[in-house]
């Protein structure tokens, strides 16, 4: 599976970090979404002030990680990208 990005947690609870694709090379923030609605996504992802997509916190059936479903949108997209951003070692990662 490729990477697209790599991010970092910032003590605020956000997520910084680049996401780089064939049409989409930007500098994105992940920032915590506080609510109590169902379904609702636990980030919004922005490139400076555009949102660019959400992230909902999901547990792998199989092995029981945690990791976040992340749905990019922008304008030069066909459609809606789907990554998961999964933490390893050194940081997290969309792929």
Known sequence: MATIGTFTLG????????IKT??????????PV??????????RLYAGAVELGAAWAKT????????HQ????????????FANLVENEDSARSR
């Open 70 to 81: 992340v749905r990019l949108d922008d304008p030069s997209f066909p459609a809606p990208i």
């Open 22 to 31: 064939l049409n989409l090379s930007a500098e994105v923030s992940l920032y």
């Open 60 to 67: 792998a059936k199989e092995s029981g990680r945690e990791y």
């Open 11 to 18: 003590r605020d609870g956000s997520l910084k970090g680049q």
């Open 34 to 43: 506080e609510s109590d609605k169902e379904g609702a996504p636990a980030y």
